[in-house]
Nanobody, 118 residues
């Protein structure tokens, strides 16, 4: 599967962005994850939608502010980000694992940069 994230940009603290990740291949076979990498830090997992699309998990620091969703008909996964904080500034990546739940990310797309100004 090939992945391409988009939708990043510059936003003020408290604002919102919606990221998209378009996928090729048999999208419904994959658990879809979102990761981010802040400047000078390691890439970190932040959200997962399971393959069955009936559950999600989130990193505690984004829980209640970020919402992951998927549209299997459009082969696209989304990350709605609300109440953004400067510490959310990072390059955001989507990933795919051919399992029920996300792993370390077997497939990756190019990231999209999100910058949150204070």
């Amino acid at each position: 599967v090939q992945l391409q994230a988009s939708g990043g940009g510059l936003v003020q603290a408290g604002g919102s962005l919606r990221l998209s990740c378009a996928a090729s291949g048999r999208f419904g076979r994959y658990a879809m994850g979102w990761f981010r990498q802040a400047p000078g830090k390691k890439r970190k997992w932040i959200a997962c939608i399971n393959r069955s699309d009936d559950d999600r998990t989130y990193l505690d620091s984004v829980k209640g502010r970020f919402t992951a969703s998927r549209d299997n008909a459009k082969n696209t996964v989304y990350l709605q980000m609300d109440s953004l904080k400067p510490e959310d500034t990072a390059v955001y990546y989507c990933s795919a694992d051919e399992t029920e739940w996300c792993g370390v990310g077997h497939y990756w797309g190019e990231g999209t940069l999100v910058t949150v100004s204070s």
